[in-house]
């Protein structure tokens, strides 16, 4: 097989409530990026805010926009003048009332191609999602582009096999994961470990069962909680990139922000596909409870 | 909630031609986990012979027996006197001409309580399985015994996050997988140590990704390939127990038979799961694509 080499980069990002100073860096960290070469670069979930859904207040959905819309603007422009592809992510108005968290696939010639709202939507203390995003209504469709077909997902995303599995089934030929997870600064470091490994290890795990690249990249720095009921978060980076055999190719730090990058192959996917050939032996006809909620007897 | 404490073993075995050999070592190790506490016990994939799927032999049906038969007779026996739960596994002989890989059950008082019939069948160069196994026909269903419901998974179905979703589904309280992978010997050390961290991490991703421990049993030791066209077969071993958050509670060496317990809670399985609740978030409505082969466009 002929070598279909891609440089993917990705922003690891800290954010604050300055939006203009939040996208300024996205794209200082865009241009860093292409000058070392990245033909595709990802950026952290919701780059342009603070991790606002720390609180339940209303007044942050003031922070959504249209798309397009000023971030993908802004990115748009950047993306053509250096002829890369960017995933951003955006907190999207799509209506009065109803807002989705979406990344946005904006192409090198700085056309928006393709969005993919977030479908599995978390809500924990500290996480309150669910009373900002509506589930997702696209689907599990990766987004075409000039340098390879995108399994596009976000953050809670990242935790389901299924949905590495629909991309791969619909033909992605890598994984992207735009995210926003840090610890519990009052945590017991044994259960900050579990939680950390617990994360890299699922990621790398959605790499392997498909055969594919993963792409990650988180936030990363502390934000506190502005209602001072929780001791906020500290976002644990460890932005990173795997092969097909969730091999690592590339990390960033826990605790700063960075750009790192990473030539990947994607025509190394056949190959380890048909070295480990799961999707030859998938039984689906016996698949049909993955469909339910639960199997209760 | 209340604790459900479960002490777990493992017997990491190395198998040869002799199968009165095989088994008094099975036995063997039953007892001496027994001694150590341990209520459940998982033997490796087809322990009482060697890893004979290294070529395709139509002598080799001669090893497939009844269940019950002589083997689970053996086991059923030393599960009665020792009141330990075991997971052995038969190369199944359901017909003439019909063949499984076959777990099987055996309750505290040498009742064979339930079985799994391996439902993903490999088959590369010297793992020819799908010459001697017909994929396994009673689901992924898990087996209810006197130390809980066990999610029995055998080898090859380890790749694959739909099976361990579908125990989880049905009520597995933890995931038991009877195995039997090793590297080619000629491999490059670089491949050999990515084959070997992808088995692991997708196995602790099971659990990760379901919130329940997961046992990995496996055979250790060198099996030479009968016709001399392989190199043979260098069983890595490494058999290991997981908690709900896939951290590390044991692990076995690469080369050597070992027997292994931990000390699991299940009642822990809910705490996790509250934590991270997955379970809550699924987008049943969107996983049509998972009954599907591929999806084209």
Sequence with gaps: MSPKTLNVGLAQQACTSDRDANLAASLNSIRELADHGAQLIVLPELHAHPYFCQIEDPVSFNLAEAIP???THAISAIARELGVVVVASVFERRAPGLYHNTAV??????DVIGTYRKMHIPDDPGYYEKY???PGDLGFTPIDTSVGRLGVLVCWDQWFPEAARLMALAGAELL????????NPDEVEEERQRQWEAWIIIQRAHAIANGIPAVVCNRVGFEPDPSGQTPGISFWGTSFIVGPQGEWLATASAEEPATLTAELDLSHSES?????PYLRDRRIDAYGGLLKRYLDR
């Design 176 to 183: 992207l994961y735009p995210t926003a997870i840090g610890w």
């Design 105 to 110: 696939v904006i192409e090198r010639d700085g």
């Design 132 to 134: 900002y995003f509506t």
């Design 272 to 276: 380890v596909r048909r070295a480990w």
């Design 69 to 71: 819309g000023p971030t």
